[in-house]
Nanobody
Framework: VQLQASGGGLVQAGGSLRLSCECS????????MGWFRQAPGKEREFVAA????????YNADSNKGRFTISRDNAKNTVYLQMNSLKIEDTAVYYC???????????????????WGQGTLVTVSS
């Protein structure tokens, strides 16, 4: 299974970006998908997750109301729409897949089995 994240870049505070993560080599519709991020000198932290069908979604408190996770199982792709970006959102963003969970989502990074390479998001003032 390979996950290819894209869409990162430099944006001003208050702006928007949409990250994409395309899955290949596996059965995308059977994976819980998550987004995590890691800022320099910090631990990798949970951002958002979505269930296999897309019915269940969960966001970290830090981005509720600003970030939206979605998926298109026909395109084997998960998205993260990020609005009202803040300087503290600057990080490398990673997508991840959990093939074992059948119901709901998980925010625990150790539950995820496959990881993408990351895409850098830089928010400037």
């Amino acid at each position: 299974v390979q996950l290819q994240a894209s869409g990162g870049g430099l944006v001003q505070a208050g702006g928007s970006l949409r990250l994409s993560c395309e899955c290949s080599g596996g059965t995308f519709s059977s994976y819980v998908m998550g987004w995590f991020r890691q800022a320099p000198g910090k631990e990798r932290e949970f951002v958002a997750a979505i269930s296999r069908s897309g019915v269940s979604r969960y966001n970290a408190d830090s981005n509720k109301g600003r970030f939206t996770i979605s998926r298109d199982n026909a395109k084997n792709t998960v998205y993260l729409q990020m609005n009202s970006l803040k300087i503290e959102d600057t990080a490398v963003y990673y997508c991840a897949a959990d093939y074992r969970r059948t119901i709901g989502v998980t925010i625990n990074r150790y539950d995820y089995d496959y990881w993408g390479q990351g895409t850098l998001v830089t928010v400037s003032s």
